[in-house]
């Protein structure tokens, strides 16, 4: 008997990833694909969607070749994707502008007009924070800068709704994608008619929304031979990457909350009730009919890390880089940093944020740095966790992923700041096997999203230290200090 395989194509900002797991969400093979970005103008941040469709036509295909895939092993495919991009197409589903992607920050006045004019009464209706970063804000800036393509669209999509035109012909989004453009009332599983009539555009020119367990059907001939699958391979929806990565962790009971941090990062948890900040300081996306999640992006992650490795022209490798940080106490002897080295989403979410260090001297080294940036980084996830602990309770368990989870200083540092014990999936592709595991339910071969804890490879699980975690608090009251002092300047 062959083997049981399942693929979870996960179209990330930077990559596309094709990740093929066994049932038991063991990796069998992967293959990357990285993402060009293009920058027409300060602030502004493209992608060619044509390009991204045809690295994931590779990718799919060289990582059945690269697993040795055989006939009938495959079981399904199924689809995580980037939120928040978004492209104008024509009557025949050609694209008549580049993706706006998440980064985009063209509109940031259209979401300082709104956040004065009625930003609370439209993040209570849509559980989607008032940002530059959604569709809603562009659609906005396109419509007030009389943008030619918006002006001349049939269609209105993302990257993934757009790549499933491509292969199926159909105009099709899952939940947890419509609930990211801001569009979407979680409560009506529906299109909010007043926002579509405020950016001027029609339900019509949008996807049909249907749940991530929908199947696709009529995989285009000329598709399947390039990927190397069968026309009739059942491929899943899908949803969202947050969403996936939380059930691909297993972060899916109330208590169990997911942390990411790649480029960017997000503290999430799943809950049964849509529920939003007072404060505005999370989202609240779909996933299921009934199922929720609840959280905060940063900006920020592994992108600060990397911005200091080029200033200070470190040429060794990131691991070495990293572990420089080890020689230095906690606190990085009075140096703080705020991490908005490209604006934020939460906590602030304001586009104009900055990054400071604070507190330098002439005893402060490179290590000291690194350390400082490390902290800042995981204090900003601490206080976006805490704006969440009000909407769904203290954590009980936390599953971490993402680049830095490969680092065990910083493991340490995040089970010392959040004082709770920290999991670890050995398989890194989480909201690949979160879309893989989507399809296996699908197309019957799962019984239900919770079994899927039975089928996460886990390592031991990194314990805080109690005289760490003290000295922790009280270093983060500083920083909760000197954030709110510094927002007022931006």
Same mark, same amino acid.
């Given at each position: ?12 900002t ?11 969400? +063991? ?56 939120m928040?991009?978004i ?19 063209r509109s ?6 709104? &956040? ?13 924070? =008032? +940002? ?40 099709? =989004? ?7 453009t ?17 950016? @001027? ?8 929304i ?17 990927? @190397? ?19 691909? =962790?297993?972060?899916? &009971? ?54 200091l ?18 020689k ?6 009075? &140096?703080?940093f ?21 507190g &330098?001297?002439?005893? +402060? ?8 940036v ?10 976006i ?59 019957? +071969?799962a ?8 089928h ?35």
């Amino acid at each position: 008997m062959g083997r049981e395989l399942v693929i979870g194509l996960d179209l990330g900002t930077t990559s596309v990833k094709a990740c093929i797991f066994d049932r038991n969400g +063991h990796l069998v093979a992967d293959v990357e694909k990285m993402n060009t970005f293009h920058y027409p103008q300060q602030g502004w941040v493209e992608q060619n969607p044509a390009d991204i469709e045809r690295s994931a036509v590779l990718a799919v295909r060289e990582a059945i070749e690269k697993a040795e895939v055989q006939e009938g092993e495959l079981l399904a495919l199924g689809f995580s994707a980037a939120m928040h991009a978004i492209l104008t197409l024509d009557a025949d589903g050609r694209p008549t502008s580049p993706a706006i992607i998440w980064a985009d920050g063209r509109s940031a006045g259209q979401a300082e007009a709104m &956040l004065e004019a009625n930003g609370e009464q439209v993040y209570k209706a849509t559980g989607t924070p =008032i +940002h530059p970063m959604t569709p809603l804000m562009k659609l906005l800036w396109m419509k007030e800068n009389n943008y030619e393509p918006y002006e001349q669209a049939s269609y209105f999509m993302s990257i993934k709704e757009y790549l499933l035109y491509c292969w199926f012909g159909k105009r099709k =989004i899952d939940y947890a994608m419509a609930s990211a453009t801001g569009l979407f009332n979680p409560a009506k599983l529906d299109w909010e008619p007043e926002l579509l009539a405020l950016t @001027g555009i029609t339900a019509e020119q949008l996807s049909e929304i249907v749940p991530p367990t929908e199947i696709l059907s009529g995989l285009k001939a000329d598709i399947a031979a390039q990927m @190397g699958v069968p026309a009739n391979l059942p491929f899943a929806i899908g949803s969202a990457d947050g969403q996936l990565s939380n059930l691909g =962790i297993g972060a899916i &009971l109330p208590g169990e909350v997911a942390v990411s941090v790649g480029t960017s990062g997000a503290i999430r948890q799943l809950t049964h009730q849509a529920k939003v900040s007072d404060s505005r300081e999370t989202f609240c996306y779909s996933f299921t009919k009934d199922t929720y999640i609840v959280g905060g992006p940063t900006n920020n992650g592994g992108i600060a890390l990397q911005w200091l490795k080029d200033t200070l022209n470190y040429e060794g490798g990131y691991e070495a880089f990293l572990a420089e940080a080890e020689k230095i106490a906690p606190g990085a002897d009075g &140096l703080l940093f705020l991490p908005y080295l490209n604006g934020e989403r939460a906590p602030l979410w304001n586009q104009r944020a900055k990054g400071n260090f604070y507190g &330098l001297t002439m005893t +402060h080294e490179r290590a000291h740095w690194i350390r400082a940036v490390l902290e800042g980084v995981t204090f900003n996830l601490y206080q976006i966790g805490k704006a969440l602990e009000k909407l769904a309770g203290a954590p009980q368990k936390m599953y971490v992923n993402g680049g830095l989870s490969r680092s065990p200083l910083w493991l340490q540092m995040m089970a010392d700041i959040f004082d709770a014990e920290i999991y670890v999936s050995e398989n890194h592709h989480s909201a690949a096997w979160g879309a893989a595991w989507t399809a296996l339910v699908a197309a019957g +071969h799962a019984n239900s999203y919770e079994e899927i804890k039975q089928h996460i490879p886990m390592d031991k699980p990194v314990v805080p230290n109690p005289e760490t975690s003290k000295r922790y608090k009280e270093i983060y009251a500083n920083y909760e200090k000197l954030a709110k002092t510094m927002a007022a300047f931006f």
